[in-house]
């Protein structure tokens, strides 16, 4: 029901809200014709999933459904009416931030009749597109992408003008999707960048989630959680950070939180960090028992050129070492570090050490 709703038209909005349970509560609904009709009071009409009607809830949630839809009303503003193709410069024009852009994509038209139709790429340079205002399931972005570099375009060369960039109208790819469209590829590619982008405000609002929740509770007040928040929020999540020396951007940082591996750039910038410390400050961080944990993971970074890993398995009490690159050199650099884990500690004084190939 949400997603039909929200298929229905670019201007619906609706947002799921949870009990402290992990319940579904309140799920919000405001349509577009309903703004129309009363733009200086925009309503939001909510199902209580709990049946236990609560009114300031409600009220709340109300305003909370309002503010995050206006987030994105400059750019929707800027942006309607406009091809995909023209949507993704303009957005690479003017850089929003992540809750701005985040909010605008999450109103941003998907469509879904092309699932489970076949698609058909041909070479067409006479092709005219239509304007194309919405965005397909990013299943069928990816099907048509992936059949299309499996075929027209498997030994594709790009030729380069005078200028050393690629030369438009050389090729122009076309999909046709069965009773539905025709898309050039330009445009699919439009949609699976414009569905990257969404997924990485998502990873933005979860690190901002977990500093909120995990490292704020650590510092005392005031703590820099709150400056750092809105760092991440209210910039491109492609801005360039500067003074690590080499490229950084925020969307590097969004790895930061739970459940989630980092990505060599921020495990590089948290380097950087450490090593602006040299050893004129001692950092102490809160202890945690490794017993407390059936798996320690510890990366291997090998001359700033490729990871391996030690990995110590509580269950059946060993530490595993993995070079991907099976270096006879960095082997026995991992078993030094793992006979010094087992010698560090009298718990782990039964440990054996274990190679591994994957």
Same mark, same amino acid.
């Given at each position: 029901?949400v997603?039909?709703?929200?298929l229905?038209?670019?201007l ?6 949870e ?5 579904t509560?309140?799920?919000?609904f405001s349509s577009g ?24 809830n409600?009220? @709340? @949630?109300t ?5 995050e839809?206006?987030?994105g009303?400059?750019l929707?503003?800027l ?5 995909v193709?023209?949507v993704?410069?303009?957005l690479?024009? &003017?850089?929003?931030?992540?809750? +701005?852009v985040?909010?605008f994509l999450?109103?941003?038209?998907v ?5 489970g139709?076949t698609i058909?790429?041909r070479? !067409?340079? +006479? ?15 990816d099907?048509?992408l992936e ?6 375009a498997?030994n594709?060369?790009?030729?380069? !003008? ?6 438009a109208g050389?090729?122009?790819?076309v999909?046709?999707?069965? *009773?539905?469209?025709?898309?050039t ?7 699976k960048w414009?569905?990257?982008?969404q997924?990485?405000?998502r ?5 901002c989630?977990w500093?909120?929740r ?10 820099p ?7 991440l929020?209210?910039n491109?999540?492609?801005? +360039? ?5 080499? !490229? ?9 939180r739970?459940s989630?591996?980092?990505?060599d ?12 410390y040299?050893?004129? &400050?001692a ?13 320690? @993971?510890?990366p291997?970074?090998f001359g ?6 030690l990995?110590? !398995?509580q ?9 991907? *690159?099976n270096g006879?050199?960095? *082997?026995?650099?991992?078993? *030094?570090? #793992?006979?010094?884990i087992? #010698? ?6 039964s440990?054996?050490t274990?190679?591994v #190939?994957e």
């Amino acid at each position: 029901m949400v997603v039909n709703f929200n298929l229905e038209s670019p201007l619906n909005v609706s947002s799921v809200h949870e009990n402290a349970h992990g319940e579904t509560g309140v799920i919000s609904f405001s349509s577009g014709h309903m703004r129309a009709m009363l733009d200086r009071f925009p309503e939001v009409i909510q199902m209580d999933c709990t049946h236990q009607t609560n009114q300031y809830n409600y009220q @709340l @949630l109300t305003m909370e459904a309002v503010k995050e839809y206006n987030n994105g009303t400059n750019l929707r503003t800027l942006l309607r009416e406009k091809d995909v193709c023209e949507v993704v410069a303009t957005l690479h024009d &003017v850089k929003p931030g992540v809750r +701005e852009v985040g909010s605008f994509l999450a109103t941003l038209q998907v469509k879904s009749q092309g699932q489970g139709k076949t698609i058909e790429w041909r070479v !067409d340079a +006479e092709f005219v597109p239509d304007t194309v205002r919405f965005r397909l399931l990013e299943s069928v972005v990816d099907s048509a992408l992936e059949q299309l570099r499996g075929g027209l375009a498997k030994n594709e060369q790009i030729e380069l !003008d005078s200028d050393d960039k690629a030369a438009a109208g050389a090729y122009r790819y076309v999909a046709a999707i069965a *009773k539905f469209g025709q898309f050039t590829r330009d445009q699919v590619e439009a949609m699976k960048w414009l569905w990257n982008l969404q997924a990485t405000c998502r990873d933005a609002v979860i690190c901002c989630s977990w500093l909120h929740r995990e490292v704020r509770a650590a510092h005392a007040p005031p703590s820099p959680c709150a400056g750092a928040f809105t760092e991440l929020l209210e910039n491109w999540p492609y801005n +360039e950070l500067r003074g690590f020396g080499f !490229d950084l951007t925020y969307s590097d940082l969004y790895c930061f939180r739970d459940s989630a591996w980092l990505n060599d750039d921020a495990i590089k910038a948290f380097a950087v960090v450490l090593a602006n410390y040299k050893n004129n &400050v001692a950092i102490t961080a809160q202890g945690h028992g490794a017993s407390t944990h059936a798996f320690v @993971l510890l990366p291997v970074n090998f001359g700033g050129t490729h990871w391996g890993c030690l990995v110590v !398995d509580q269950h059946i009490k060993q530490v595993k070492t993995y070079d991907s *690159k099976n270096g006879k050199r960095n *082997k026995q650099r991992l078993k *030094k570090i #793992a006979s010094e884990i087992i #010698a560090a500690d009298s718990t782990t004084a039964s440990y054996t050490t274990v190679e591994v #190939a994957e």
